[in-house]
């Protein structure tokens, strides 16, 4: 599939471009990120033009996981990134992080929610899953925002940057 472009009030989701990766690494420069989410640590600029340039666009292609980044329509400023992988048949997992700055305004909620709407009807979808490291009470509350169902705690379910084996909360939303 070729990437697509989707608007909210405030936002326009689309794909990353090579003028993105600037603010991609400067993004992940963030402690949070390093830790809750799978980026390699220490996050260097050849791994945004990596990402940027080679890894997004094959996973576009291959059908397999659709990642679109968040600007903000007023100033251009990255929001974050914002993805839909495929888990199995009819299951996708959404998976984001949100630039530190750009945290506590709802653009995380309003990013997800319109991506989760155009996989609703464009992909052969019937539950969109969440999953976060226990103790990420940023992604659980726009998780929870967005209307997932919180279905419990994996004990020790992956292991974080830290190299230590963390709990996971997992979610669920059915098609609507």
């Known amino acids: 599939m070729d990437p697509v472009t989707l608007e909210t009030d405030r936002l326009v989701l689309r794909a990353f471009t090579p003028a993105d990766v600037d603010a991609v690494y400067e993004a992940c420069q963030d402690e949070d990120i390093q830790f809750y989410t799978p980026v390699p640590v220490p996050y260097r600029r050849a791994d945004a033009e ?48 949100a630039v530190k700055e750009q945290r506590g305004r ?35 509350a726009v998780a929870e925002k967005l209307g997932f169902t919180v279905e419990g705690t994996l004990r020790n379910r992956g292991i974080a940057n830290d190299g230590k ?12």
């Open 50 to 97: 990596k990402l940027v340039g080679e890894k997004l666009p094959a996973q576009w292609a291959e059908d397999r996981d659709y990642t679109l980044g968040a600007f903000r329509k007023d100033t251009g400023a990255l929001v974050g990134s914002y993805c839909l992988t495929l888990i199995s048949r009819g299951v996708w997992e959404l998976g984001y992080w």
């Open 106 to 140: 709802g653009y995380s909620a309003e990013a997800a929610r319109s991506l989760c709407d155009w996989g609703w009807a464009t992909l052969d979808v019937h539950r969109i899953e969440w999953w976060a490291m226990a103790g990420n009470t940023g992604s659980r």
């Open 165 to 176: 084996p963390h709990d996971w909360w997992v979610g669920g939303l059915l098609r609507p």
